[in-house]
C-alpha cells in the first residue's frame, strides 16, 4: 500500500481559499513541493521492481516527509 501526502491537481478555475491553502500545505512540507503522479509512479515501480523482492506486508508512506518531522 501506498500512502500519499499532498499531491499536484488541477483546478477548473482558480478558487483564492483552495490557493491559499495550498500554500499553507506547501510551507509545511519539508521537501518544499507537492508531490507530483510521477513521485508516486517511482514509489511503486521501486516496490515492483526485482529490487524490492523481499519487501513484504509495508505500508509506504510518500509524503515528502511530512510525517518524519
Known amino acids: 500500500m501506498t500512502i500519499t501526502g499532498a499531491q499536484q491537481a ?16 506547501l510551507d509545511s512540507t519539508p521537501w518544499g513541493h507537492r508531490g507530483s503522479p510521477q513521485d508516486i509512479a517511482y514509489d511503486v515501480l521501486h516496490l ?5 523482492r523481499f ?3 509495508t505500508e509506504l508512506v510518500a509524503d515528502g516527509s511530512c510525517t518524519a518531522v
Open 10 to 25: 488541477a483546478l477548473r478555475r482558480p478558487v483564492p481559499e483552495v490557493a491559499a491553502c495550498a500554500r499553507r500545505m
Open 48 to 52: 515492483a521492481s526485482e529490487e524490492a
Open 55 to 57: 519487501v513484504t506486508g
